[in-house]
């Protein structure tokens, strides 16, 4: 899941089978919060009524940044995906009771989350009846198979992979070009049998299907309104919400779709007349704002952004403004990646992750509340996720200067150069600063080379980028490991612009990585992710995770119903409504 924008602009967020319903497979569960597989029951609407809510008023959300993407096909940063749910849908989804915190996945336009068949390679799906486009088209299976074929053009260059790589392979678009020459998948990749029934058909068994149905991606568009890129402005609803107006970085105004059936959804409510979403709201006003809830700031929410690292002390030691405080685990690791093409010793790699000053850098991105120091690769709200250490790190998190010291001296490298790319801002000059220092101490010859914010990724991102230490981190797209792993420590995967930075090419890692995702059962799966994880870290030493993200927000006194979606990582806003 890339691109987050809650926890920084330089966070990451990303992502065989036996048959059978996949309810049967066991809840995924995490450390911290559980994320279970609902029943057909569970995916019936309505949603269950919240306590005390009530309709009517405007609910305002404050956003620090602007809207790269309104289109659902193209959507996959948390800020996005909290917004897109008010008017869009999707097959599957994730539904959070506001008074336990608890999380289930359900069917969202499907009558539950879906059945398997072939050994996990064949997944069939059954939409509800009454569900409408905001327009009152009755909603059918082609305009899900229309949603999935459009992912294969070439203007489809933001959003997850997974689909359409499932269904067609990682060249899918050598294989198909979308749907706008006439042409459409063959039955024998997506049928549709009938108006109410999908059938896809995947060229590997993928028992982690159900919540891949649950990315934006995963929805229904009407073919007479799409005009491809110009869609991204005004996308068709199917959600409670539909699109009043948008002017592109300053608001979005969502009114309430007459057209949706509260009886088709089990997961949102119709609570608010109105949402009020104000676009690049900078800090520390954002957060002032909510703290102060003048006028309508009352009934203001930020649904992604965490609040200013200025101002969370007050937050905190203010008793009333502590009561209407989130913080919670993310599904965000951040992660300093060493370019293992460039720091071929593996003895090195170990001596930078022992030096590195985790406890230092995680006070200057915002103390406690922003983050907890990372002892692996997997977030705690990742299923199977164990409280491991492989490297040291949590144990150590000031960092051990004089034992790497030590290990360089042993391994014959002192004074090895070292090379750290950091985005050219106040904060990351400052962040880079103390760990070209502490490496500096540890008998390493370390400096600094900055580079343009904007393009940062993009630089890093590069094969040959010529940098050995470089922050970047990861999301998983759902709380299992097959979202974490692979798509960044896959060595399969190293190229411009992949999303393993650190190069990692080891095939004994890439073929246990093969033999995880044929397993039929993701909780079978989940501690093997963990393990392999932690081996990858042990033998290799690719990456030196330091930070767990947390959410750390405020809403508005006026606001209720507010839950976090643990999957997400950021509030929900489906059942929020004004006091």
């Known amino acids: 899941m890339p691109a987050l924008v809650a926890v920084s602009a330089l966070t990451l967020t990303a992502c065989g089978g036996g048959s059978g319903k996949a309810g049967a497979q066991a809840n995924v569960t995490a450390s911290t919060q559980t994320v279970s597989l609902g029943t057909a029951a569970d995916s019936q609407g309505p949603a269950k009524p919240v306590p005390g809510a009530q309709s009517g008023g405007t609910i305002t959300d404050l956003e620090p940044t602007g809207l790269d993407y309104l289109d659902p096909s193209q959507i996959y940063e948390n800020q996005l995906q909290a917004i897109s749910s008010l008017y869009t849908r999707q097959l599957t989804n994730y539904k959070t009771d506001p008074t336990t915190g608890k999380t289930i996945l359900v069917g969202d336009m499907a009558t539950d989350t879906g059945t398997s068949s072939d050994g996990g390679k064949t997944w069939t799906y059954t939409l509800k009846d009454g569900l409408k486009f905001e327009d009152g088209t009755p909603i059918t299976s082609k305009d899900v198979k229309y949603a999935i074929e459009r992912l294969y053009a070439s203007y489809q260059t933001s959003g997850p992979l997974y689909l359409q790589t499932w269904l067609s392979g990682p060249n899918y678009r050598q294989v198909y070009q979308g749907p706008y020459g006439g042409?459409?998948?063959?039955?024998?990749?997506?049928?549709?049998?009938?108006?109410?029934?999908?059938?896809?058909?995947?060229?590997?068994?993928?028992?982690?299907?159900?919540?891949?149905?649950?990315?934006?991606?995963?929805?229904?568009?009407?073919?007479?309104?799409?005009?491809?890129?110009?869609?991204?402005?005004?996308?068709?609803?199917?959600?409670?919400?539909?699109?009043?107006?948008?002017?592109?970085?300053?608001?979005?105004?969502?009114?309430?779709?007459?057209?949706?059936?509260?009886?088709?959804?089990?997961?949102?409510?119709?609570?608010?007349?109105?949402?009020?979403?104000?676009?690049?709201?900078?800090?520390?006003?954002?957060?002032?704002?909510?703290?102060?809830?003048?006028?309508?700031?009352?009934?203001?929410?930020?649904?992604?952004?965490?609040?200013?690292?200025?101002?969370?002390?007050?937050?905190?030691?203010?008793?009333?403004?502590?009561?209407?405080?989130?913080?919670?685990?993310?599904?965000?690791?951040?992660?300093?990646?060493?370019?293992?093409?460039?720091?071929?010793?593996?003895?090195?790699?170990?001596?930078?992750?022992?030096?590195?000053?985790?406890?230092?850098?995680?006070?200057?991105?915002?103390?406690?509340?922003?983050?907890?120091?990372?002892?692996?690769?997997?977030?705690?709200?990742?299923?199977?996720?164990?409280?491991?250490?492989?490297?040291?790190?949590?144990?150590?998190?000031?960092?051990?200067?004089?034992?790497?010291?030590?290990?360089?001296?042993?391994?014959?490298?002192?004074?090895?150069?070292?090379?750290?790319?950091?985005?050219?801002?106040?904060?990351?000059?400052?962040?880079?600063?103390?760990?070209?220092?502490?490496?500096?101490?540890?008998?390493?010859?370390?400096?600094?080379?900055?580079?343009?914010?904007?393009?940062?990724?993009?630089?890093?991102?590069?094969?040959?980028?010529?940098?050995?230490?470089?922050?970047?981190?990861?999301?998983?797209?759902?709380?299992?490991?097959?979202?974490?792993?692979?798509?960044?420590?896959?060595?399969?995967?190293?190229?411009?612009?992949?999303?393993?930075?650190?190069?990692?090419?080891?095939?004994?890692?890439?073929?246990?990585?093969?033999?995880?995702?044929?397993?039929?059962?993701?909780?079978?799966?989940?501690?093997?992710w963990m393990a392999l994880a932690d081996k990858i870290l042990t033998t290799d030493v690719p990456q030196i995770p330091y930070a767990y993200d947390k959410l750390f927000s405020i809403y508005g006194a006026g606001v209720g119903g507010v839950a976090y979606s643990p999957a997400v990582g950021a509030l929900d806003p489906s059942s929020m409504y004004v006091k």
């Open 183 to 528: 042409q459409s998948l063959p039955d024998s990749v997506i049928a549709t049998p009938d108006a109410k029934t999908i059938v896809f058909h995947f060229l590997a068994p993928h028992a982690d299907a159900p919540y891949a149905m649950a990315e934006q991606d995963a929805t229904a568009i009407e073919a007479s309104k799409d005009d491809q890129q110009a869609y991204n402005a005004h996308p068709v609803s199917i959600g409670p919400y539909k699109i009043k107006s948008y002017t592109a970085n300053t608001e979005l105004v969502l009114v309430k779709n007459p057209e949706w059936d509260p009886n088709t959804d089990s997961v949102r409510h119709q609570y608010a007349d109105e949402w009020d979403i104000q676009l690049n709201v900078p800090q520390p006003l954002l957060t002032q704002r909510l703290i102060n809830g003048s006028g309508p700031d009352k009934d203001a929410v930020t649904l992604s952004a965490n609040a200013d690292t200025t101002l969370i002390d007050q937050i905190e030691k203010t008793p009333d403004l502590k009561a209407r405080s989130v913080n919670q685990f993310q599904p965000f690791v951040d992660v300093y990646s060493i370019n293992t093409s460039r720091v071929t010793d593996v003895a090195v790699r170990k001596a930078l992750a022992t030096a590195f000053p985790a406890a230092q850098v995680i006070r200057q991105e915002g103390g406690a509340a922003a983050a907890e120091v990372a002892g692996n690769l997997m977030s705690p709200t990742m299923a199977g996720w164990q409280k491991t250490d492989p490297l040291g790190i949590a144990a150590n998190p000031m960092g051990d200067p004089a034992k790497a010291k030590q290990m360089l001296q042993a391994a014959g490298k002192l004074g090895y150069p070292i090379t750290i790319a950091y985005a050219n801002t106040t904060k990351w000059q400052n962040i880079t600063a103390v760990i070209v220092d502490q490496l500096n101490q540890a008998g390493f010859k370390a400096q600094s080379k900055d580079i343009d914010a904007t393009s940062y990724y993009t630089i890093v991102g590069k094969v040959d980028n010529g940098f050995d230490l470089y922050r970047t981190g990861w999301g998983a797209d759902w709380p299992v490991g097959s979202t974490v792993i692979p798509p960044t420590l896959d060595g399969r995967q190293v190229a411009d612009g992949s999303n393993n930075y650190s190069h990692l090419n080891d095939p004994a890692m890439d073929a246990q990585m093969d033999q995880i995702n044929s397993v039929a059962d993701v909780n079978q799966a989940a501690p093997q």
